[in-house]
């Protein structure tokens, strides 16, 4: 069973860095592909970053790239993202996501793909 718990959020300025985790406390973790989404106020959740678990292959919604870096420890059981250079418009509510059976690179953007979600932390990027 997968059970995704995120911690990291917080409020910041424009400019800052903060480090989101996700724990899986289930026993599968190195066999699931693991994803970042966020969900802005009055807006649909979006892709922000993942990771497949066959072959560490690492995607980013191009909003971010080169400002959050996406990574996993196995041995841990957690996904990190990192967030540099934040934006006001980084705001939202981040939520892990995991799924086993993502392959082609198409599928990791779609949150309908992924079967299991955390409760979500928020960031909040002040201007």
């Known amino acids: 069973q997968v059970q995704l718990v995120e911690s990291g959020g917080g409020l910041v300025q424009a400019g800052d860095s903060l480090r989101l985790s996700c724990t899986d406390s289930?026993?599968?973790?190195?066999?699931?592909?693991m994803g970042w989404f966020r969900q802005a106020p009055g807006k649909d959740r979006e892709f922000v970053a993942a990771i497949s678990w066959r072959d560490g292959e690492i995607f980013y919604a191009g909003s971010v790239k080169g400002r959050f870096t996406i990574s996993r420890d196995n041995a841990k059981n957690t996904v990190y993202l990192q967030m540099t250079g934040l934006k006001p418009e980084d705001t939202g509510i981040y939520y892990c996501?995991?799924?086993?059976?993502?392959?082609?690179?198409?599928?990791?953007?779609?949150?309908?793909?992924?079967?299991?979600w955390g409760q979500g932390t928020q960031v909040t990027v002040s201007s």
């Open positions: 289930g026993r599968t973790f190195s066999q699931n592909s």
């Open positions: 996501a995991a799924d086993e059976r993502l392959y082609y690179s198409v599928s990791y953007y779609y949150a309908g793909n992924y079967a299991y």
